[in-house]
């Protein structure tokens, strides 16, 4: 154990989800002192807070777990393919539990501000209560999307029925039964709950701005011969995983549209990417979906075909089918989505030549519709990659705020430190690779857990990045994003990767397009170079 050097803590991590457990895991081991508030009343972040009907993962168990000992293949088993909110925090419970890790955090607990001393050399951190607590090391682990848009709708005062949040779901049963219920929004979240409240519902008015490319999810549960399988090829899939460009266990095709040429071929390959399901759809059919319009299109047109022949009313097929290149979204997974609107008590709103606004007994469109409902729920998205560190007032010795910085211009290093804003180590922020989570934290987290110790050797005090090595990351992540053709599709189509989702949201490509393999030898460069660019005090 190190001396505090003054401080309360040695560490403090603030979020109790995948990435602040896994922080807690590995400063615990150095013999680092930590402290974590959550601002949920459990463990999960995300898991805990999205606990809306129908809540899955979209990448598959075998890549979506904390894995950071090799025994931990054998300490818990999710039993489908998507494991189910509940089972994912199960799972996060179970490792906090299992490595006694739930002493270090403080629940119920919201983070107002973090600010640098620079004669003191430590972090304030103050919670929404005024109280405050110090640390040497600063480890926000808020979460890609935990800032929710909440409805902006001036008339939600005067609506008079429920209304809910899918991503501030409450912890008490809903009934849905023989109400008349309205989904606005139909992302990622609003496709996993429309076909799970369509079957109870009275009836089910969905609300649709922008339609998304919904692709089968293909969820089943994994048998016994499966989980052996899994777990005799654990290791392998996790290696496959972290060099794999999206952090999945997905081969790259080899191949590309313009190559193969034959539409019959085509369509072979295409129909082979459908029947695995998920995502497998784009990663291992064709290599040029991202890069060359006419093949994106092609496998475009081959979706809105797909939507067409499930979806029984021509013209809500037509309305569910996007115009824009496949990939300028995120692609949500569904479960009977596009079924789910062939049900008589189903239908489906198109807002997007209108705005809504709600009323005292439902919603309102511009053009003046009006539609009464028991129940409404919010499905709007969320404020992504900088939303909940540019929610906190983080501020630097010189008492600039992270925010305004970033207003300005998003850089970091490797979206891990931010120059100017020392012993800040952000997980899962901005500018991390694109893709699976749980594999990207995991190679974040064991870089700064490399660097503490580092430092905690070297005696080092505190580390800051030199502001080169910033700008070169900086333009590295945006030389990615260009090299893929989503740039201008993204923005015209509202995606929260470019933050166009948000009013008023600086133009900035938030993750990392260039693959998890780029991005770790860069960190890994680091390390390596013993910490080149970084300036240690
Ligand atoms: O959010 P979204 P999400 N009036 O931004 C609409 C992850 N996730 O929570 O597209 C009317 O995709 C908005 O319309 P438009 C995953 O990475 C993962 O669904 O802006 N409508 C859109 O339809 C995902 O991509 C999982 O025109 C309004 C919807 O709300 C990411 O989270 C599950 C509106 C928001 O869609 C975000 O998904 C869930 C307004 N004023 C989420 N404002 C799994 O892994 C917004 N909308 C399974």
């Not at 013999?31 to 601002?39: D, N, P, R, T």
Request: glycine letters at 8%.
């Amino acid at each position: 154990m190190t001396s505090t050097k003054g401080a309360d803590y040695d560490v403090i991590v603030v979020g109790a989800g995948f990435s602040g457990i896994r922080s807690l895991w590995e400063v615990d081991q150095i013999g680092l002192s930590v402290k974590c508030f959550e601002a949920g009343s459990d463990v999960g972040g995300t898991w805990y807070w999205n606990s809306y009907p129908g809540a899955r993962t979209d990448s598959e168990a075998w890549v979506y777990r904390l894995n950071f000992l090799p025994e931990m293949k054998d300490e818990f088993n999710y039993h489908e393919r998507y494991p189910s909110q509940q089972e994912v925090q199960g799972h996060l419970k179970h490792v906090v539990e299992h490595f006694n890790l739930r002493k270090y955090i403080q629940f119920d607990t919201r983070i107002n501000s973090a600010q640098y001393s620079e004669s003191q050399n430590i972090w304030t951190i103050t919670t929404v209560d005024g109280k405050s607590t110090t640390c040497r090391y600063f480890l926000p682990a808020t979460g890609p999307l935990s800032i929710p848009k909440d409805p902006p709708f001036a008339g939600l005062k005067s609506y008079t029925g429920e209304w809910y949040q899918a991503a501030k779901w409450p912890k008490k049963p809903i009934d849905f039964h023989g109400k008349r219920i309205a989904v606005i929004g139909t992302g990622a979240t609003g496709v996993q709950i429309i076909p799970k409240i369509a079957p109870v519902a009275k009836q089910l008015t969905v609300f649709q701005r922008t339609p998304n490319y919904v692709l089968p999810g293909r969820n089943y549960i994994i048998d016994d011969h499966q989980l052996a399988d899994i777990k005799q090829n654990h290791e392998a899939t996790w290696n496959h995983a972290r060099t794999n460009n999206s952090g999945l266990a997905m081969k790259l095709p080899g191949r590309t549209v313009q190559g193969v040429a034959d539409p019959e071929k085509i369509r072979q390959v295409l129909d082979a990417g459908w029947e695995a399901g998920g995502f497998h759809f784009h990663f291992e059919t064709f290599d040029d979906l991202f890069t060359n319009l006419d093949s994106n299109e092609v496998a475009s047109e081959y979706i809105r075909q797909k939507i067409r022949a499930v979806v029984e009313d021509p013209a809500t097929a037509e309305l569910l089918c996007p115009r824009y290149p496949y990939l300028s979204k995120r692609p949500p997974c569904g479960h009977f989505y596009y079924e789910a609107f062939n049900r008589p008590n189903v239908k489906l709103v198109d807002i997007s030549q209108d705005t809504i606004d709600l009323y005292e007994k439902g919603i309102r469109t511009s053009s003046g519709a009006e539609y009464e409902f028991d129940m409404i729920i919010f499905a709007l998205g969320f404020d992504a990659g900088t939303g909940a560190l540019s929610e906190m007032e983080v501020k630097n010795a010189q008492g600039e705020l992270l925010r305004d910085r970033w207003a300005e211009r998003l850089e970091t290093f490797g979206g891990v430190l931010v120059p100017g804003f020392p012993n800040m180590f952000l997980i899962c922020g901005p500018h991390v690779p694109f893709g699976n989570m749980p594999v990207v934290l995991d190679i974040q987290v064991q870089w700064i857990g490399k660097t503490l110790r580092h430092m905690e050797q070297h005696r080092l005090n505190k580390i800051d990045v030199s502001k080169d090595a910033v700008t070169k990351w900086s333009a590295q992540v945006e030389e990615a994003f260009k090299g893929t053709l989503l740039g201008e599709s993204a923005k015209k189509a509202k995606a929260w990767f470019v933050g166009a989702n948000i009013e008023g949201k600086a133009d900035n490509v938030l993750f990392y397009f260039g693959g998890v393999p780029a991005w770790s030898s860069w960190l890994e460069n680091e390390s390596k170079t013993d910490w080149a660019s970084m300036e240690f005090g």
